[in-house]
């Protein structure tokens, strides 16, 4: 069974810091492309930051240069470090794991989400 468990978020003021973590189980994780996406109220789910197999990042503007993201495979663990959080950045948070076996079977996986308010 895959699990995907999230944890870190909470309540920060306006200029803080959190960090996020993913706890993974039940996949190969080193294999996997990992991704944090978030959900504002009545917004859609985007994209905040990903990481590949190979450790390549990437990130939309809206978060470049204030959002880390990293792995560390031993652990089966993703990282998101958000620095100079934004009122904006309210959302809840999501883990995804996802992969592109070599029969183009695409495997894709979703932890249950941890919110993040920011707030003074």
């Known amino acids: 069974q895959v699990r995907l468990v999230e944890s870190g978020g909470g309540l920060v003021q306006p200029g803080g810091s959190l960090r996020l973590s993913c706890a993974a189980s039940g996949i190969i994780f080193s294999i996997n492309t990992m991704d944090w996406y978030r959900q504002a109220p009545g917004k859609e789910r985007e994209l905040v930051a990903s990481?590949?197999?190979?450790?390549?990042?990437n990130y939309p503007d809206s978060v470049k240069g204030r959002f880390t993201i990293s792995r560390y495979n031993a652990k089966n663990t993703v990282y998101l470090q958000m620095s100079d959080l934004k009122p904006e950045d309210t959302a809840v948070y999501y883990c995804?794991?996802?992969?592109?076996?070599?029969?183009?079977?695409?495997?894709?996986?979703w932890g249950q989400g941890t919110q993040v308010t920011v707030s003074s």
């Open positions: 990481i590949t197999s190979d450790g390549i990042t």
């Open positions: 995804h794991a996802h992969y592109l076996a070599s029969d183009s079977t695409a495997y894709r996986y």
